[in-house]
């Protein structure tokens, strides 16, 4: 009886978990570094001058639900159902003194793949391991394919039955067209790749900026490779940092060569070589490098390589190919936020007016709206450094609450040099009756603070913004300062805006006796809220004829 589709995927999923998680069968693929090390990789770059090489490995890993094991296999597939081994360890024909508990090529596997591996400390071979690998530059597009671990055992006891598990995973090999890289050049180790760089004053190391060309199947021969960058993030040009041409042989300091391109300046040199194996540049490089402790925020633009080739037979036409990259660059010792600003507003219709800032800010009623603004200098995390919000809650005693409102403005950076930045957000509340009916304990209070996500660092209690509030019904008073009239703190407010509209008065005033020849036929009224004990407000009227 055929199985439903859903059920064979239930079932290999379930295998994938039993075998593909803590101390089950394993399978992992690993660049194996001239230089020392390796690096687990899911993808691989075709590279024919690479010297390193690239490995399958499946590691038995101890597994807890067998007795020993019979048999482990390597094996590729090409169309996802065929699968052709590449190695195998057995464990259960000990007359065969060739492969028993040893890693072995399979009959076929072919010259350019090295098994490896081990039957492992363990009697069963419990924590056996076996692999193939090969060189990084004979790795082909071809090599786009699936690859398995198949394990065979026995089950413990009582029954100690056979039983097997499959782990399986696709190596997907990308094209060999031009690429860009970034890397730093550490003294006495080898290069590692970066997309980041964080400025060290006394860093001998250097950063580096690389093209490679990589032997480019759809090209005949080069024209000129060229190593570009922006001049600021907003420039509209790429300029020239470095050149290679294969056009003019009679220019013997060019041709053929890697030359820094003129104005440059001192801090750069350049590095690559042509093709030394092929005439036509397929395989040639260009890059630049500098002083990592020479990097400045000025570096954290736009880099580019640049290329124009002939394309193969039968015509020969001449094309160009360009691949870019921006540099992120953070500086060590200014990287974390330092102060931030608080700053207040009280809101009239479309206008803000500051208020002078102090631990607890009054009066405010029921209605009235206020604008709290938080400036924070967010040191170099520029990308994902946040201003977030907190706020008391009506229960006394309980810790400030994350706030979140859609009238959040945020605002934009603001560069301070040597890459550290400026961020200024603001968020606007209407007071309510809630608010009104708080004690003195528990105020309406909102704070602010940076948050970088990558680090799990926010700005420590005592450097956040804090904004506290006392506020009144319309009325009535606060609930915890039954001696404060509400008609005086009304007068506070009313008195506020009247000496704002008798200012504005005066200059009307004054500007008519003043500059008699602007005067027009025009008649204005201006009229704000009145004040009385029920309803603090103020009305005056100014008219100017």
């Avoid at 193939?132 to 597009?141: D, F, K």
């Avoid at 080898?190 to 250097?206: A, C, E």
Wanted: proline share 4%.
């Amino acid at each position: 009886m055929d199985l439903p589709v859903s059920v064979i995927i239930f079932v290999l999923c379930c295998v994938m978990l039993i075998f593909g998680q803590g101390n089950g069968l394993q399978f992992e693929f690993q660049r194996i570094l001239e230089v020392g090390g390796s690096q687990t990789i899911e993808k691989i770059q075709v590279d024919s001058s690479s010297t390193d090489r690239f490995q399958v490995m499946c590691r038995v890993n101890n597994v807890e639900e067998f007795f020993k094991i019979i048999s482990l296999r390597l094996q590729y597939t090409s169309n996802g159902h065929d699968y052709t081994e590449l190695a195998r360890l057995q464990n259960t024909d000990a007359a065969n003194e060739d492969t028993f508990q040893k890693p072995v090529l399979a009959y076929g596997a072919g010259s350019s793949w090295t098994v490896e591996g081990s039957f492992g400390t363990n009697i069963n071979g419990r924590d056996g391991t076996l692999g193939v690998s090969r060189p990084v530059s004979s790795i082909t597009c071809s090599d786009t394919v699936g690859y398995r671990c198949q394990l065979s055992y026995l089950k413990p006891g009582p029954d100690y039955f056979t039983d097997t598990g499959i782990i399986s995973k696709e190596l997907i090999v990308q094209d060999n067209g031009m690429q860009i890289y970034f890397q730093r050049i550490v003294e006495g180790v080898g290069t590692q790749p970066i997309d980041q760089i964080q400025v060290d004053s006394s860093s001998p190391d250097r950063f580096q900026v690389m093209c490679t060309v990589n032997n480019v199947n759809q090209l005949f021969k080069i024209g000129t490779l060229r190593v570009q960058y922006k001049a600021s993030k907003n420039a509209q040009e790429f300029t020239d940092l470095a050149f290679l041409q294969n056009v003019d042989a009679n220019n013997e300091d060019t041709y053929q060569k890697p030359v820094l391109a003129f104005g440059t300046g001192s801090g750069w040199t350049v590095e690559g070589s042509f093709d030394s194996t092929n005439s036509n540049g397929r395989d040639s490089t260009l890059g630049v490098s500098r002083l990592v402790s020479s990097i400045t925020c000025s570096n954290a633009v736009e880099y580019r390589c640049y290329i124009s080739f002939t394309r193969p037979a039968p015509d020969y036409f001449t094309d160009t190919g360009i691949i870019s990259k921006e540099l992120d660059v953070q500086y060590l010792n200014l990287m974390l936020p330092t102060t931030i600003k608080s700053n207040v507003y009280y809101m009239i219709g479309m206008g803000s007016f500051p208020i002078t800032f102090v631990d607890t800010i009054e009066p405010f009623y029921v209605g009235q709206t206020v604008k709290m603004e938080c400036s924070a200098n967010i040191g170099s995390y520029n990308g994902t450094a946040q201003i977030r919000w907190l706020k008391s809650n009506l229960v006394s005693g309980s810790p400030l609450a994350p706030y979140f409102s859609p009238d959040t403005e945020l605002g934009d950076l603001q560069s301070t040099g040597n890459c550290v930045y400026q961020q200024t957000d603001s968020v606007t509340y209407n007071m309510t009756a809630q608010d009104a009916g708080r004690i003195a304990e528990n105020r309406l209070h909102f704070q602010c603070y940076v948050y970088i996500p990558s680090l799990y660092w926010e700005t420590p209690d005592d450097q956040r913004g804090n904004f506290k509030f006392i506020v009144y019904s319309r009325g009535k008073t606060s609930h915890d300062d039954t001696n404060v009239e509400s008609s005086s703190t009304g007068t506070v407010i009313g008195g506020v805006v009247a000496l704002a509209v008798i200012v504005v008065a005066v200059l009307i005033i004054s500007r008519r006796y003043q500059f008699p020849f602007m005067q027009t036929a025009v008649s204005n009224t201006m009229q704000t809220v009145s004040n009385s004990p029920s309803d603090p407000k103020l009305t005056v009227s100014l008219h100017a004829q």
